[in-house]
């Protein structure tokens, strides 16, 4: 009694929507204070057993899970209740709650079936529709299943209200469940010939859809669908049918060759700037092989471009870019809009006309366009200007530099770019740097001035995103300092006080090139000692001894230098920033003493010498480009599991597991010690040195000895085994161009490219998990497709009169039936339309179904050839 | 397909939300203040057409329109044609138009249901069946008819009958 007392209470005092809607609007707690206080009330009312107030409340729920994101899946047994209401608005509430808020997982689910099929079956035609709406939100493969008979009765209805609403729901039904295809897509298909616009138009965007999941079920419908395309005047379905026809074509090419004329008919005829729209996009990507189509479909896309619309233009150049790949000669065409694109004041459409420049770009125009481009980039609002500055460099980066003839011009573009006030790439600018130093030799000279430029640009170590540029630069400055005019500046600017700006792990790189740079000069002041005193002729050409004339003096000034710059930071809190000052400043300890002492250092037994000797060759070494998949190289050893999961293993040995952990850990970290060390043992033996590491190096051996498999073969070692997967840089370039170093001082297109040095396939940038999960969607989809291929099957057979389906012969008989069919059918088509070659289409059809018949797949038809 | 309906007003505020595959609420609402996050941010008189793989997948477009304080929204996959898209913006707001004659952004406020009714007749599961505003009138005024004859049955509240019942 008490209870339903309230109910009448909540009744009569509840606030509708529209209540909470105004309150909303009036509320001074606070949205969210106002949304629980609400949710409180909800709750309270969707418990009462009245069906309006608890319609009421949900309404009120869905409204705020709608626009407030209020959860809602608390009420779902609450909007089964409602839906159950014989009252329409009821219902309407119910439904929408439903379809709103239910999803695979919903418990309850289960138990709607039931009134979903009572409304299916209702009399009212708004009943019907709402069901139906609901069936095709969240059907799910019991309720497709439960009510596929239904949904076959409505196909046949005769109110077009509730038809093209069953046509609509048929495409989930069938998604969810593709056995119902062998129920309704005849009724289905039968659609496919309605005079009613918006019964066509419905069946058409399902099939639409259908073609879209998998093209080749539908290719037998090809017929019905030409007829369509060729008598329609509706805008929408043709739209739809040209959509389905772009996707038969890839996967019947035949099919172009027909529909190309009704298409260019439709292009020609009609003002309707969508189906234009519609009929270009078909034609560049589906027909671009019928040139008559292209070239038309370009004509009209010229007309998009002069548009004063926006969005016509935007369309223009997005047809443009799909024709691209296989008709440059369009995007030259119309060069000038594109180019003029570029300054237009819609964001999408200058992004467009930026991608289309960069399909244009090729090893002639690169110059060309990337000037134009980095004009725009110097006045273009941030995000643009970064995408420009993107564009460019993947484009001329792309393939290994495939495009780049003129190293020493790129090497300054990516100097300029730092310089674009609005930059942000500065990784990607770092990456190209250093990895020009490494494949391309004859680039280092420019690559090397570049840097330096950068070193000395004050106003480029106070921009955060250049960083990692600056990075580069230090680094191609320690690395190639043989290029360097005078190392004596590139100290000086690798110490100067403001690099304190730079974040310590760029200033450990800075630091670590001045000691490259220490060491070279060092080096080549000893030498030029050496052959001024023994005379001999060293093979110490370069450029480095005739430049670089060292003076005893101006090496002493220089490791004051370093020493000045570096002894504050020898106190730095950052390790690796200390630990390389700590390098440094101990080489510069170790030879100070003998470089005060004696004048005459050519003599091989002092410290200096022997130390300098030392770091050089350690410094020598060239790097080269590692291989993307040198990791997939080294094969994995039988019997080594890599794939295990070793979740349990815990379990199984717990105790024991602990102490080996610790051990392993320490094992590797004295291999690691023992590699390094070994390297320089190489360095020293190559240089004559003494006090090998002995131990060391024996515990190496060992260690090599027994997992020799693990240890890749070292380059400098065996060269033999290398297998040419790292091609040494130099050595490929002297082989070709024997004087990599002969000066160019006007770039033109005679000049020769230089050599890249490009590992085979490590180098591509490959996708192959995209190209997995196509094959997962299209398992995805199989059953259905199957499905329809199967359907098809039937109908034809229908059409013959034929029962019996089952065996595999059976399918045989089939098949060739249907291949007569097809030919009676194709032959039909023939009188009606003159077109092709009588005999020669009829042995190519017939070769066809042989081949179609032989794999015992579904026929795919020659109606239309 | 279309993926999403919506309507926002010019501060962000939604007003109708509609997704045509499932979406938790949170997930649903990052949505629309990421979509209007990019719109509030595009200068006037540029194209209508926006690239949003970022928020809805790849292979999603958005188009949209600006009217006075609303926005409405379109996101749609590539077997739908944009410029058709455009057009089909204009089929509810004129039925809306002719609901409400002169609507406003306080109409669509304050009738959730109706825009929904009219949006569903349009739209449905996510394919475009109608685009006659006349035929979508029609089915609405049918369907507002039909929930007024639903409620003058229960003039007598129902609960009452439910309690003489006892």
Known sequence: ?865 | MIKAVMMMNTQGKPRLAKFYNYMPVEKQQELIRGVFSVLCSRPENVSNFLEIDSLFGPDSRLVYKHYATLYFVLVFDGSENELAMLDLIQVPVETLDKCFSNVCELDIVFNYSKMHAVLDEIVFGGQVLETSSAEVMKAVEEISKLEAASNSISLVPKSVSGWRGR
Request: charged share 25%.
């Open chain 1, 1 to 865: 009694m008490s209870s339903s007392s309230t109910s009448i209470m909540d009744n009569l005092f509840q606030r509708s929507l529209e209540d909470l809607i105004k309150g909303f609007r009036l509320q001074l707690l606070g949205e969210s204070n106002f949304i629980s206080r609400a949710l409180e009330e909800i709750r309270r009312e969707i418990k009462v057993t009245d069906l309006s107030t608890k319609s009421t409340a949900l309404h009120k729920l869905s409204y705020l899970a709608a626009l407030h994101g209020v959860d809602m899946s608390w009420a779902a047994f609450h909007a089964v209740e409602v839906v159950s209401s014989p009252r329409f608005q009821h219902k309407r509430i119910g439904y929408q709650a439903i379809t709103q808020s239910f999803h695979e997982q919903t418990s309850v689910l289960l138990l709607i079936t039931n009134q979903v099929r009572k409304d299916l079956n209702s009399a009212n035609e708004y009943e019907v529709s709402l069901a139906l709406e609901c069936l095709s939100r969240i059907g799910t493969h019991d309720l497709a299943r439960d009510l596929t008979p239904e949904v076959f009765t409505l196909l046949g209805s005769s109110k077009a209200f509730v038809k093209k609403k069953a046509i609509g729901v048929v495409l989930r039904v069938f998604e969810k469940y593709p056995d119902a295809v062998k129920v309704c897509f005849k009724r289905l298909v039968e659609n496919l010939e309605s005079s009613d616009p918006q019964i066509l138009s419905a069946v058409v965007g399902v099939f639409c859809e259908l073609a879209t999941r998998d093209p080749g079920s539908c290719l037998p419908l090809a017929p019905e669908l030409y007829k369509v395309l060729v008598d329609s005047r509706n805008n929408w379905v043709l739209i739809k049918v040209l959509k389905i026809f772009a996707k038969l074509a890839s996967v019947e090419p035949r099919l172009g060759k027909k529909v190309a004329e009704p298409i260019c008919e439709h292009m020609r005829r009609t003002v309707a700037k969508s189906l234009v729209f519609e009929c270009i996009r078909t034609v560049v990507s589906s027909l671009s092989d019928h040139e008559a189509a292209v070239k038309l479909a370009v004509a009209k896309i010229r007309e998009f471009l002069v548009e004063d619309d926006p969005n016509l233009k935007y369309l223009g150049l997005n047809a443009l870019s799909i024709v691209a790949p296989k008709h440059l000669w369009a995007v030259l065409e119309n060069k000038e809009a594109v180019v003029k694109a570029l300054s237009d004041e819609d964001p999408n459409v200058k992004l467009e006309a930026l991608h289309l420049l960069m399909a244009m770009v090729n090893e002639d125009n690169v110059l060309d366009i990337s000037r134009i481009l980095m004009n725009y980039a110097l006045k273009s609002d941030p995000l643009f200007c970064n995408e420009i500055i993107f564009s460019v460099l993947s484009a001329c980066s792309r393939n290994a530099y495939e495009i780049i003839v003129d190293f020493d011009w790129y090497v300054s573009l990516l100097g300029e770019m730092a310089r674009i006030p609005h930059c942000q790439r500065g990784e990607e600018i770092e990456h190209q740097l250093i990895d020009i130093g490494m494949r391309v030799r004859d680039a280092r000279p420019q690559l090397v001035r570049v840097s330096w430029a950068l070193l000395i640009d004050p106003a480029l170590l106070g921009n955060l995103f250049l960083h990692p540029i600056l990075s580069a630069a230090a680094w191609v400055s320690g690395e190639y300092v043989e290029f360097c005019k005078n190392p004596y500046e590139t100290v000086e600017a690798l110490l100067q006080p403001r690099t304190g700006l730079l974040p310590p792990s760029i200033r450990a790189v800075y630091i670590h090139s001045a000691f490259k740079v220490l060491v070279f000069c060092l080096r080549s002041y000893f030498s030029a000692e050496e052959s001024t005193l023994s005379f001999s002729a060293q093979e110490f050409s370069s450029a480095s001894s005739s430049m670089n004339a060292f003076t005893y003096e101006s090496i002493l000034n220089l490791v004051n230098v370093i020493e000045l710059g570096l002894v504050p930071l020898s106190g730095t809190h950052d390790v690796e920033v200390q630990e390389r000052t700590k390098n440094v400043l101990g080489f510069i300890v170790m030879i100070k003493q003998d470089l005060s002492e004696k004048l005459n250092l050519q003599d091989s037994e002092t410290e200096v010498f022997r130390v300098t000797a030392f770091m050089e060759d350690v410094f020598s070494e060239e790097l080269g480009p590692v291989s993307a998949t040198a990791q997939e190289k080294v094969c994995v050893p039988g019997g080594l599991e890599l794939k295990e999961n070793l979740g349990d293993l815990e379990e199984i040995c717990g105790e024991f597991l602990k102490p080996v952990e610790s051990d392993s850990v320490s094992y590797t970290d004295k291999i690691s010690f023992s590699v390094s060390k070994l390297r320089i043992r190489g360095q020293q033996e190559a240089s004559s040195s003494t006090s090998p590491p002995h131990e060391a190096s024996s515990l190496l051996a060992e260690h090599r000895k027994r997992h020799g498999m693990y240890y890749l073969p070292s380059q400098k070692d065996d060269p033999e085994s290398n297998g040419n997967d790292y091609p040494l840089a130099n050595e490929l370039a002297n082989e070709i161009s024997p004087d990599p170093f002969n000066p160019k001082k006007n770039p033109n297109k005679s000049k020769q490219r230089p050599v890249v040095v490009k590992l085979e396939e490590g180098d591509e940038s490959r996708n192959p998990p995209q190209a997995k999960s196509n094959i997962e969607t299209v398992n995805d989809d199989e059953s259905l497709s199957r499905a329809i291929q199967s359907a098809l099957l039937v109908k034809n057979k229908g059409k013959e009169k034929d029962t019996n389906p089952n065996s595999e012969q059976q399918k045989q008989e089939e098949s060739s039936r249907i291949e007569d069919h097809q030919n009676s059918e194709k032959k039909k088509k023939k009188k009606k339309k003159k077109k092709n070659g009588e005999s020669s289409s009829k042995h190519k059809s017939r070769g066809r179904n042989e081949v179609a018949s032989a794999s015992e797949q579904v026929i795919i038809p020659d109606y239309l050839l």
